[in-house]
């Protein structure tokens, strides 16, 4: 194994905290400054000194944060020690971290806390039951219906799960599981909605050493079995279906034909054990007597006690498949020990969710996604934390679901994505003022860069201007987050920005040929030392995981591009990809999207680059309007001027096409891929030339693209 480097010195370019010193109390949110970038205006905003008095945080100040993020970088080893002593180890570990990152020197490996064994499920469920805090609500669910009218009686599901409660059910699937001959090391595939049985059936699997590889219940028969058989799982967690908005989506019918594939394919799946949420027989489910078993006739056999089984540290606790832009899904490994410590501490830090005061969180992603598993599964129950698991959509029965929920749970803490925000904007704020939401404390954004225009309106109108937002940019392959701000003292907070480092991350930004570049600049956004969540491989291909993100000696690479202003924050502007050169000037089409959701009719936008005869290329934009706007020579021509006056003339947009729906995966990205085939291809383009559509909330939004190319 290679030798670990020297630590590197402790260098946060630019960041000097006496600016961000001073928070004012005239306002809910001061107002410190602008600072005028490529003409993207950067407010920067301070919670009042009262929010911090009612919300008081682990670290009293930004300044105890710079002091503890200095030791992690300087110091890892001590500083993820110290952390990893608080959680529960069957047998302590010898050798605190161990890494390459340099391909050049043989593989490329990531080791923490070696020699130790531990179990995840037992620290995030057993040691709480065993302090004291069994009575402690783990998981409220929140059905899809408010009503349940379109359920005829049991699965026996429980609306809610106390932390002893959800320790006996997670033993009986375990044990479900064990009789099934599922062991240590074998992999389950898990198709299931979100309910709390979903989070369940992961740590009944981590309990027993097994290996989860949850797939969004969206995903079509072809997907799953794709990833099933990748996997090689030998047994299925399934479902036979759930309403989702008004729609029935028949799950179990998916997973018998996904089965059946991977049969085709040679790949046996020995067992499933079906979890029933719409009881009768409402999705019409029949099952494969020996294969196919109802998860409440098989737990309510099983005892309500299972031992644990101690694993090392590196042992595989999920594969997640990731959409990579080209080619196969990746199956992004992660391993226990690590993967534990760093989505605890994220969670602990980045939300500051305190339990003892009942704090209720509720993170709108779905399991299927590494936002559940880290920010519903791992971090809020390894932190004793209580949570709302919401099964439906923001947008049913109507959009203003989600401040009902807040309402009714008082929920605290909300985590969500942009793309729900700027849906729920353009519906107007009416939706939301109805509700009195005077419970949030702290609202959080992932998945994807969140224009300035929709973080106003996250913070304005949900959190009536007084709770911080953190933006939290992350990766599957980096397990948890990786910049954000934390909602603490003098962190001021810049609209679109992800800000600073988490403990432990030491982000660079590198030129095309892979150098380190200093200061306030702009370059590929990259990880210089291993984090404890780090992926360690591309499950079946670690080659391809090297290819991927260690092409250049030292670094991990994201894949995002992002700039560095004259504060040390980070601005991702778009996945590296994503990058149109227009005259000569690179643009972050991400930049263009944000610059066009400011007018005030725009919801929301996505821009592509097209090739043009005399720019190399030009940008073809996107544009969705708020409900209500009408499309409008006039408006074309605003949107144009105003782009052109935030960015300059070399980023005025060519073309305008108004898209009442952009092609989204079902997490919410826009599938650019997609509408850069459209816009290069305009009318006569085929539906099949658009490659692999899959992953499409929504196909049908294709044609429509098509139909309205200008
Ligand atoms: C957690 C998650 C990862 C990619 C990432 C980046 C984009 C996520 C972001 C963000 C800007 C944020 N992304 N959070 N971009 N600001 N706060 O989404 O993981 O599905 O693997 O996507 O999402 O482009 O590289 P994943």
Redesign the pocket.
């Known amino acids: 194994h290679a030798m670990r480097p020297p630590p590197p010195l402790f260098h946060l370019p630019g960041f000097s905290s006496a600016r961000h010193a001073h928070s004012s109390t005239a306002r809910a949110a001061s107002v410190e400054g602008t600072e005028a970038s490529r003409g993207v205006e950067e407010v920067v905003f301070h919670p009042a000194d009262e929010y911090f008095q009612q919300v008081p945080h682990h670290y009293d100040h930004v300044e105890d944060y710079l002091v503890h993020y200095e030791k992690s970088i300087k110091d890892p080893e001590a500083f993820w020690s110290e952390i990893a002593r608080n959680f529960h180890w069957e047998t302590p570990w010898e050798e605190t971290l161990s890494y390459n990152f340099n391909r050049s020197a043989g593989p490329i490996h990531v080791r923490f806390f070696h020699g130790g064994e531990t179990n995840i499920a037992y620290n995030a469920l057993d040691r709480h039951v065993a302090a004291g805090l069994g009575d402690r609500i783990a998981f409220y669910t929140e059905r899809n219906d408010l009503e349940p009218i379109r359920e005829s009686g049991p699965g026996g599901l429980k609306d809610q799960y106390t932390y002893r409660e959800a320790l006996e059910e997670v033993s009986r699937i375990a044990n479900v599981l064990k009789s099934m001959g599922v062991k240590r090391g074998d992999k389950v595939g898990l198709f299931l909605p979100m309910v709390a049985e979903l989070p369940l059936a992961m740590l009944a699997c981590a309990r027993i050493g097994a290996v989860h590889t949850v797939v969004f219940a969206g995903f079509s028969k072809e997907a799953l079995a794709d990833r099933l058989c990748d996997a090689g799982c030998k047994a299925v967690i399934a479902c036979d279906g759930v309403f989702r908005g008004s729609k029935l989506i028949p799950l179990f019918h998916t997973v018998d034909a996904a089965i059946q594939l991977c049969n085709e394919r040679g790949h046996i799946i020995e067992h499933t054990l079906v979890l029933k949420r719409l009881g009768g027989d409402v999705a019409g489910v029949h099952l494969t007597p020996g294969r196919d078993v109802w998860w409440h006739e098989a737990t309510a056999k099983a005892s309500s006690s299972c031992p644990v089984e101690w694993v090392p540290s590196e042992h595989p606790l999920f594969i997640l498949y990731?959409s990579g832009s080209t080619g196969k899904p990746k199956g992004?490994l992660h391993t226990t020990g690590g993967y534990m410590i760093q989505a605890a501490t994220t969670f602990r830090h980045v939300f500051n969710v305190r339990p003892e005061k009942n704090d209720i969180f509720l993170c709108t992603?779905d399991c299927g996604?590494?936002?559940g598993h880290?920010y519903v599964t791992y971090g809020p129950l390894l932190n004793g934390a209580s949570q709302v698991v919401f099964e439906g959509v923001p947008s049913y029965p109507d959009v203003g679901r989600l401040w009902h929920m807040v309402d009714k749970y008082g929920i605290t803490h909300l985590y969500t994505?942009?793309t729900a925000i700027r849906s729920l904007m353009r519906e107007g704020d009416e939706h939301v003022t109805k509700y009195a939401r005077s419970s949030l404390k702290v609202l959080g954004?992932?998945?994807?860069?969140?224009n300035p225009e929709a973080w106003k309106w996250y913070h304005e109108v949900v959190g009536g201007g007084r709770c911080p937002i953190v933006?939290?940019?992350?990766?599957?392959?980096?397990g948890a987050?990786a910049?954000?701000p934390l909602p603490i003292k003098g962190w001021g907070q810049k609209p679109g920005s992800?800000s600073l480092p988490f403990l432990g991350i030491e982000p660079v930004l590198l030129s095309q040929d892979g150098k380190e570049l200093e200061g306030p600049t702009e370059g590929l956004?990259a990880i210089k030392s291993p984090w404890p969540s780090t992926l360690r491989s591309i499950y079946g291909d670690h080659e391809r995981m090297e290819q991927t993100y260690f092409s250049f000696d030292g670094y991990y690479l994201?894949?995002?591009n992002a700039r560095r202003d004259s504060d040390g924050y980070y601005w991702?502007t778009?996945?590296a990809d994503d990058v149109v050169i227009v005259s000569g000037h690179n643009l972050g089409t991400?930049e263009v999207e944000a610059a066009l959701a400011q007018h005030p009719s725009v919801a929301e936008a996505a821009v592509v680059g097209i090739p043009h005869d005399v720019k190399g290329n030009c940008l073809y934009c996107y544009v969705t309007l708020k409900a209500g706007q009408a499309p409008s020579p006039d408006l074309e021509k605003q949107l144009k001027v105003s782009v052109r006056n935030q960015l300059g003339a070399f980023a005025a947009p060519d073309f305008i096409q108004w898209a009442p729906n952009l092609p989204k995966t079902r997490?919410g990205?826009v599938m650019r891929r997609i509408l850069r085939k459209v816009a290069a291809g305009g009318k006569a383009i085929n539906v099949e030339d658009l490659g692999d559509t899959s992953t499409l909330a929504d196909p049908e939004v294709i044609k429509e693209l098509i139909a309205n190319h200008v």
């Open positions: 990731t992004v992603a996604w590494i936002t880290s994505a942009p954004s992932v998945g994807e860069p969140i933006d939290t940019w992350w990766q599957t392959e980096t987050i910049i954000a992800a956004l994201t894949g995002d991702i778009g996945r991400a997490s990205k």
